[in-house]
Every structure is written in C-alpha cells, then in structure tokens.
C-alpha cells in the first residue's frame, strides 16, 4: 500500500450504532488530519495530531471521537450520529517542519451516510 | 476564522475553452495553495505561492498571488476532460497546521 489508504470507502450506519473508520499513512509523516466534506459546505477540519498528540480540535462534536496510537494509524469513533452527520470524511497526513508547505496528502475518503 | 470565497462556484464549458478561476478573502495569507479533487479521491496538491504578484505555471494551468497577497487565481487553457474535478484553495491559518480550505469551485469540461 503507498500513500493514504482508508477504510471502509462508505459506511450506512443508524443513528443508535456505533461504528469506527480507519486511516492509515505509509510516506512516514509526522501528523494527521481527520476532515469532513459535506454538499453545502467548504472542507472543514475536524482534529489534527502532531507526533500521536492532538494538537487541534476545530469545536467538534463529542459524538466524534478520534484516537491515535502511532504517527502512522488515525481513528474516528463514531456514535449516536445525526442525519446532518452525513459527509465524506477524508483523512490527510502532511510532514510538519523542515521548512516545507505543510502539504497535505489526502486519503480517497470513507462516504458516511446516517440513517 | 479565515473564509475563502472561490467564484464561480460551478462551472461547465467545452473542451478546448479557456477558463479562470478564483479565490478571495478579506485577510492577508502568508501562502496560499491550491488543490484538485477528482471524483472519488480526495484533494491533490496542484502547487504553492508564497510572493505576492508571483506566476506559476503547472502545464495549461497558471496561477497567480494577488501582489497584496490576499487573493489567488487559476487559469486553464484549451481546458481538457481530465481537467473535470474540484478546484480548493487553501491557506495556513490559526497555526502553521491548520489548513482552512476555500468553498471550492466545481469544473466541468465536456468533450
């Protein structure tokens, strides 16, 4: 696997369940980024974790919980989420210092729809 | 927080067509980036301007950093089908880590 994989790609969950997505980045960067797209708005960032530690979190949700056990692994626990939840969740990893640009590699995103 | 305002929000033109598109906010961005998000991906970094007035060219795409540094835009010659996807503009705000995006503009380019 190269670059920023996640699973699973789409997800139909109830409101009452309680479900996790997985990212996992291979080009050895130092954080990670959880975001969420939805339709109508710009691409929020929801966390980001700098060195396993989270640095960031953008007035999320407790119903969003993210875990991160080494630079290469991000979670999102999800539980009782609401309709409105509905969105494509994309992960991104991005090598911070070095004099660089912060660019984010983004995965190809898990398509969350509650029900 | 930063807003990025992108215009026009969709476009759709003919192959071979010419477009310009961009990307605005009333705050002064150290860089600023821009991104393309195809179908079924996520974003892709197309390049970085630091210098206020600076051109980059990436092929038939050129981009250009307002000289007051505030705003930033992107035009495509003899547009192309793969060039259809998401464009997002993109800036450090709040902290070198936190990435806030534009509200994107959707292109279209029909063969």
């Known amino acids: 696997e190269t670059g920023v994989t996640q699973t699973p790609r789409h997800l139909v969950m109830g409101m009452t369940n309680k479900k996790s997505l997985k990212c996992e980045q291979h080009?050895?960067?130092?954080?990670m980024y959880w975001y969420k797209q939805s339709a109508k708005k710009p691409l929020e960032l929801m966390f980001v974790y700098n060195f396993k530690e989270q640095t960031e979190n953008n007035s999320v949700p407790s119903r969003f919980s993210p875990e991160c056990p080494n630079s290469s692994h991000l979670f999102l626990h999800l539980h009782t989420l609401q309709p409105e939840d509905s969105a494509l969740y994309l992960c991104a990893s991005s090598q911070v210092g070095g004099g660089g640009d912060n660019e984010q590699f983004f995965g190809p995103g898990t398509r969350l729809t509650v029900l | 927080t930063q807003l990025l305002e992108q215009s026009p929000q969709f476009l759709s033109i003919q192959e071979g067509e010419n477009l310009t598109v961009y990307c605005n906010s009333s705050s002064v961005f150290s860089s600023l980036q821009w991104y393309r998000q195809e179908p079924g991906e996520g974003p892709v970094l197309l390049v970085t301007?630091?210098?206020?007035?600076e051109v980059k060219k990436l092929k038939r795409l050129t981009f250009q950093f307002g000289d007051a540094r505030k705003d930033s835009s992107l035009h495509i010659t003899a547009a192309q089908p793969g060039d259809t996807g998401l464009y997002l503009c993109a800036c450090h705000s709040g902290g070198y880590q936190k990435v806030t995006f534009g509200t994107g503009t959707k292109l279209q380019v029909i063969p």
């Open positions: 301007v630091v210098t206020g007035g």
């Open positions: 080009l050895g960067h130092n954080a």
